[in-house]
Structures are given as C-alpha cells and as structure tokens.
Nanobody
Framework: QVHLVESGGGSVQAGGSLKLSCAAS????????IGWFRQAPGKKREAVAI???????RLGDSVQGRFTASKDNAKNTLTLQMNDLKSDDTGLYSC??????????????????WGQGTQVTVAS
C-alpha cells in the first residue's frame, strides 16, 4: 500500500507563493505516475501537475507559467512550487500515485493512491 503525505499548504494573499511537498513511501517500483490534483468546494477535482514516467511534467492550463512541479526519485518526493497565486487556486491539494507503470503518459484513471490533502487558501 503506497502512503502519501502532503505538507506545505496554508493561507496566502493573492500574488503570493507557496510550496507543497509530497512524501511517498512503500513504492514497489521506481517507475510510477505521480501528480498533484486539487478540488475546490462545489467543483470537480482537476489535475494540477502530472509527471509522466518518462519525466515529462504536464501542467494544467490554468497554472501554466505560474506553477512548477518536480520529482526527487532518490527521496520519493514530489514538489509543487506555486507562484502568483490567485483566488481561483484555492482548494484542497492532494498528491496521488499509481501502481508500478512505465508506459510514459499517465492517464488520470491510473492514480489510485491518494494522500489526505493539504488546504491552500488564497485571499484576494
């Protein structure tokens, strides 16, 4: 069972920055999908950043140019740097991972392990 723990959420003024981290444990393979998703009240969950197994980082359209994501394979950690935050970025941010997978592109349905999430609140 993969265990994911997020940290780094909080409250910030619009235009500010936050850095989220996700620590993954009990991974049985070095190749897997991992990513960040968020859900705002009354809205569907959306992908913020997904790292495919070939290392490609795919960002959601609404965060392009403001967010960056990176993965430390040695430490099994995932980081999301969020800059120029907007009120629309408010939500519960969750880290998610897949079973062992090495086909490259990570479809959303592959993410079956989820962390508890960390709240991000951006005041306008």
């Amino acid at each position: 069972q993969v265990h994911l723990v997020e940290s780094g959420g909080g409250s910030v003024q619009a235009g500010g920055s936050l850095k989220l981290s996700c620590a993954a444990s009990s991974l049985t393979s070095s190749s897997y999908c991992i990513g960040w998703f968020r859900q705002a009240p009354g809205k569907k969950r959306e992908a913020v950043a997904i790292i495919d197994t070939d290392g490609k980082v795919r960002l959601g359209d609404s965060v392009q140019g403001r967010f960056t994501a990176s993965k430390d394979n040695a430490k099994n950690t995932l980081t999301l740097q969020m800059n120029d935050l907007k009120s629309d970025d408010t939500g519960l941010y969750s880290c998610a991972a897949s079973e062992p997978y090495d086909e490259g592109f990570c479809y959303s349905f592959l993410f079956i392990y989820w962390g508890q999430g960390t709240q991000v609140t951006v005041a306008s």
